[in-house]
């Protein structure tokens, strides 16, 4: 089929966006309405595009506009969702709607597989790699169909005894959508940022992503707490057939809370009837051992699971400056050794 067949036009219907999204095999929560909705409250200019061939739609993109010090661009987080043949008529339409907003560039997330044949893909289109990653490009997945038994036995061994022990400690696992449970988890965050060295999100930003999915009860805050003393927290977020484990904190503690917390994230993705718990980002194992994902990797593997590769962000330079982003961006890079 050919990119020209493929008429573009906005669309306006939640149910109908969602339901697409969601029934594709490849989706996350970055490309749900309600991320959309979470930016527009954060103020970033949004389009959401449905590509039709005749009364069908065939793929769907998020647009956001991100306004940056260095000049503002489009991003596509974890998409577009749909059919490969379609990207050409995205691109084009993105393009334009860049040149319209004043963008430096376009940088798209693509939930495709790693591959050459994948890079070839966007490189026709005028996309190179981008300096950075802007979200999970190698995930951790646990497939959620066997029983909490037999999820159990397939763990690390290490991994099921600290979840057992944590228990036996007496380790609460509580969990909720108020300002709260946010301000609690946000606590915790600022531990955790201190001791791993890494920018954080806001506390309007995690106020609003939770405000905005808890609307239609796909996010929970899981809190973990041992005499009372919160000692890990986690958002987890729930959209399609997935729950996705998007931000973590904890602070240092003998008492190995943030295992429980998971096993009960894991439990509460099967009552729902997910069939995957998304760990998110994990490190290849060729990285080298002073990354700072580490240590979280081999937090996540003990729960069992599989890894999988999407393909590097990619820029679509539409300006000279462009090319200043690129140079802070790779040094930025370089000094955290990511």
Do not use: C
Not at 24 to 44: I, K, P, Y
Not at 287 to 300: C, E
């Amino acid at each position: 089929m050919q990119s020209e067949s493929y008429n573009i036009s906005e669309i306006k219907d939640r149910k109908i966006w969602d339901n697409f999204t969601a029934s594709r095999q490849n989706h996350t929560f970055l490309h749900s309405w309600a991320w959309g909705e979470f930016n527009e409250v954060m103020g970033d200019k949004i389009w959401r595009l449905a590509l039709y061939n005749g009364a069908t739609v065939k793929a769907v993109v998020l647009i956001i506009k991100v306004h940056a010090r260095r000049g503002d661009f489009l991003f596509i987080p974890h998409g577009p969702i749909g059919d490969r043949e379609a990207f050409p008529a995205i691109a084009r339409k993105a393009k334009e709607l860049a040149n319209q907003a004043g963008a430096n560039f376009i940088r798209i997330s693509p939930l495709v597989k790693d591959s050459g044949a994948n890079r070839k893909i966007f490189q026709a289109l005028g996309f190179r790699p981008a300096p950075i990653h802007m979200h999970a490009e190698t995930t951790w997945t646990l497939d959620l169909t066997p029983t909490e038994d037999e999820l159990l036995i397939a763990m690390r061994k290490t991994t099921r005894n600290l979840i057992r022990r944590a228990q036996r400690e007496g380790v609460e696992i509580k969990t909720g959508t108020s300002d709260k449970d946010v301000e609690i988890f946000y606590d915790l965050y600022k531990e955790t940022v201190k001791k791993h060295n890494f920018t954080p999100f806001s506390l309007t930003y995690i106020k609003n992503q939770v405000k905005i999915f808890s609307q239609n009860n796909s996010v929970r805050v899981f809190t973990a707490r041992h005499n009372g003393q919160p000692l890990a927290s986690s958002i987890i977020m729930f959209y399609g057939d997935s729950a996705f484990y998007h931000h973590g904190a904890s602070i240092q503690s003998k008492i190995p809370a943030a295992y429980l917390l998971q096993w009960e994230a894991i439990r509460e993705a099967k009552r729902r009837g997910h069939k995957f718990y998304n760990f998110w980002g994990i490190i290849k194992e060729d990285v080298s051992l002073s990354h700072p994902w580490q240590g979280i990797t081999l937090f996540k593997k003990g729960f069992g699971g599989f890894q999988s590769d999407y393909l590097h962000a990619q820029d679509m330079p539409l300006s000279w400056r462009y090319w200043i982003n690129w140079a802070i961006e790779t040094i930025r890079k370089k000094v955290r050794h990511l």
